[in-house]
């Protein structure tokens, strides 16, 4: 059978008072346990009930509502805590008890059943637990908000401390002097709407019953139930059930050592606020033809090698006479050279495999090189087109562009001086890895 709310208050103190006995009690099994003189026993128990007396006395029912409706001014009800914003904060809470939903924004009034949180002094954060206990959908704040305490009747016939009781805990319902502080940052910006002079919040106040709900929800994506789902999906087998995930979160720590300082909830998630992933989807660039490029040496193309073209010019200008050996040649070659012709061919394939384009070079509107188009539209579906390119006098060219456009690239006069020797032997590195490179291109027809 449920416990009525009068019953929940009832049991809430009492297993508060047995978290302070616990100590107390297990220090005096030890000695019943290890002890068998009569005198050491009547010692420990006399000893119990002499620290246990007035912890009894403090959480009788009556004794403790008395002191908790006291202190209970101590804290303010709210739905929006200043301290999140900065610790510092003097502002008054917030509580947008507001049940409207919104159907443009997701705020706080969207939530049907939000957690309602407590700032304040935290030692008092026992009273905002027993307010906020919560029997057959009603709890001691609601009550309160609808000016009777009748939970609190069970527990007292004196109508003058039942008021007591009432008037004192209905100061943890909102702040008795409301003010605001500038460590709040509430920034308003003035707006002109049909007229009316308006303002835009720019800078909304942390809302934790929001806070406490996302927290909620991604917490129990990633145990539970939701863990066997995933662990079922990592082994390739079916399960019924929905898998609801999260990805992307990033946590918000709040109040460091001592989340209590922030507020009650703020406590409960351990300091802890999650937040969801809010950066622009990643687009990847559709791969079209290079119909207006004049070459494949273009500017997409320098751009996916300009790290290696450093790397290449502060290898050069750090050279010395003593480096004129076969170790700085391989390094040329295979550290940078190589690169090089690697990331060449890569971009090379991204056009050639644009298949739904076949055709691409034969264009009224086609710019590139006659010579570079044929290496390029591989799937060109023109007869003159494909002889052109089996007669591969394109290589020749191709790989002379390229010695071209990486002395080019390379240039600085004032540490070293590259000329046709370079030139040649860039071209001839070139054509070597072109010629194979176009031996295991598939042809048109073959794919």
């Known amino acids: 059978m449920e416990l009525t709310l009068s019953e929940a208050i009832a049991d809430y103190i009492e297993q508060r008072k047995q978290t302070k006995l616990e100590p107390l009690q297990k220090a005096l099994d030890k000695v019943l346990e290890k002890s068998d003189d009569a005198t050491e026993i009547s010692m420990a128990k006399s000893q119990y009930h002499e620290a246990a007396a007035p912890i009894e006395d403090k959480f009788n029912v009556v004794s403790w509502l008395t002191d908790a409706a006291r202190r209970a001014k101590q804290i303010s009800l709210a739905t929006h805590a200043p301290k999140y914003t900065h610790g510092d904060s003097k502002a008054s809470s917030i509580l947008a008890s507001s049940d409207e939903l919104s159907n443009l924004y997701l705020v706080t009034s969207s939530l049907k059943n939000k957690q309602l949180d407590f700032a304040g002094n935290s030692a008092v954060f026992d009273v905002a637990s027993l307010l906020k206990i919560t029997v057959n959908g009603e709890s001691l704040i609601d009550q309160l908000q609808n000016k009777h305490v009748d939970a609190l009747k069970a527990f007292t016939d004196n109508v003058t401390l039942l008021g007591e009781w009432q008037s004192g805990f209905e100061k943890a319902l909102g702040d008795e002097k409301r003010s605001g502080h500038t460590l709040t940052k509430q920034l308003y910006y003035p707006v002109n709407l049909d007229g009316d002079e308006k303002y835009h919040l720019l800078c909304p106040l942390f809302s934790s019953s929001l806070a406490h ?214 071209k001839k590195l070139c054509l070597h890895e072109l010629k194979a490179f176009e031996r295991h291109t598939p042809k048109l027809g073959e794919q």
């Open 213 to 426: 709900e996302l927290h909620k929800q991604v917490t129990k994506t990633r145990f539970g139930e939701s863990k066997d789902i995933r662990e079922t999906r990592k082994k390739g087998n079916f399960h019924q059930a929905l898998d609801e995930s999260f990805p992307a979160t990033a946590v918000q720590n709040f109040g460091g050592s001592k989340p209590q300082n922030i507020s009650q909830l703020n406590s409960e998630r351990y300091g802890q606020s999650f937040l969801l992933n809010c950066a622009p989807p990643t687009y990847q660039a559709q791969s079209k033809p290079p119909l207006t490029s004049a070459s494949i040496f273009n500017r997409e193309f320098g751009f996916k090698t300009s790290k290696l073209i450093r790397e290449f010019k502060a290898f050069l200008t750090g050279l010395t006479e003593q480096d004129r050996n076969f170790k700085t040649r391989y390094k040329r070659d295979y550290g940078f050279v190589q690169p090089l012709l690697d990331s060449l061919f890569n971009h090379a394939v991204q056009i050639q495999s644009l298949t739904e384009h076949a055709g691409w070079a034969s264009d009224d509107e086609c710019q590139m090189k006659r010579e570079h188009a044929l290496w390029l539209d591989v799937n060109n579906p023109n007869s003159a087109f494909q002889t052109d390119r089996e007669k591969s006098v394109w290589l020749e060219v191709v790989a002379n562009d390229f010695s071209l456009w990486l002395l080019r690239k390379l240039e600085n006069k004032q540490h070293y001086l590259l000329g046709d020797v370079e030139q040649q032997y860039f």
